[in-house]
């Protein structure tokens, strides 16, 4: 991705970025149909609409942050954001794998983690290295804080999918009224 005078990298560069949001799209449709049943077969007592609301975010809210990396070129931030995602993802194969080989038992979104998303980010950051649209610097802090930010972020998310759960039924009784 060779940057403009500016700095930024130009539009047909960045739109590779759109791979981001669609791999995890296609990873949360693996891991989401079998991640509940994994979960509680193993302990952790999760319940189907929660965890479809926090999968539902997860999916849809990228799209935005890679919109905003490709609509405003010069500011590398986003940049750095949307490969900071990719980052978050290959870590989260890690933790697939980790799991599959510890629990002796498949963890949903294992094939995808692996196969597409771990690939992916590796690729990317290859790509931007070596065309130059981030700096080494901007790299390495993209490729930090998305690991860094994988468990903060799924608290998040688990949060507000049990929050929007508990509001679902109050929002229908008032609807009702």
Known sequence: MPTDSAGAAPQSSLARLW??????????????????????????PIRRRPVGIAVALATVLPFPLVYAAIR????????QAALALSALMAANAGTHLAQTVLLRDYSPGTITGLGLNLPLALW????????????AHELRQAALLGPGMMGPAALLLQLLGWGIDRLLPRLARTERQ
């Open 72 to 79: 405003h070129p010069h500011n590398r931030r986003y940049s």
């Open 19 to 44: 791979m981001i949001p669609l791999a995890i799209l296609i990873h949360n449709i693996e891991e989401y149909p079998r991640i509940v049943t994994f979960a509680q077969r193993h302990g952790i």
């Open 124 to 135: 990317l950051y290859r790509t931007t290295a070596r065309e130059q649209a981030l700096m």
